[in-house]
């Protein structure tokens, strides 16, 4: 699939692809391919302003570095999605406090 969307030169297309690739790679226990997978989905995303399908594919590399143990690093990435978003559900609005209040804790300023 991926060579027909690189031959079509369909970059959303790509973009999901390696996406679901990556969903491949992480279930088969692929761990490293599937973090490349998703990074460079979040890449093309990024570039074409999918923010949509960037943030989609952005959750499964968190997931992904939870299952690996890199819990600081999955929080990190999801309190920089949290900080960069206009609307927030109650959950998420709730999270980015949390985040603040524990920024504020540590000693950093107020954004």
């Known amino acids: 699939a991926l060579t027909i969307r690189l031959a079509l030169q369909d970059r ?15 279930r088969q226990g692929e761990e490293e391919k599937a973090a490349e997978a998703y990074e460079q989905a979040i ?33 990190t990435d999801y309190r920089e999605e949290l900080e960069g978003e206009e609307e927030l559900g109650s959950e998420q609005r709730t999270a980015r406090r949390l985040f603040r209040m524990l920024g504020r804790l540590a000693g950093e300023p107020d954004a």
């Open 43 to 75: 890449d093309i995303f990024q570039e074409l302003g999918e923010r949509g399908n960037e943030k989609a594919v952005a959750r499964q590399l968190n997931k992904l570095k939870i299952k690996r143990g890199r819990f600081l690093d999955a929080l």
């Open 12 to 26: 959303s297309g790509q973009g999901i692809t390696l996406g679901n690739r990556g969903m491949m790679y992480a």
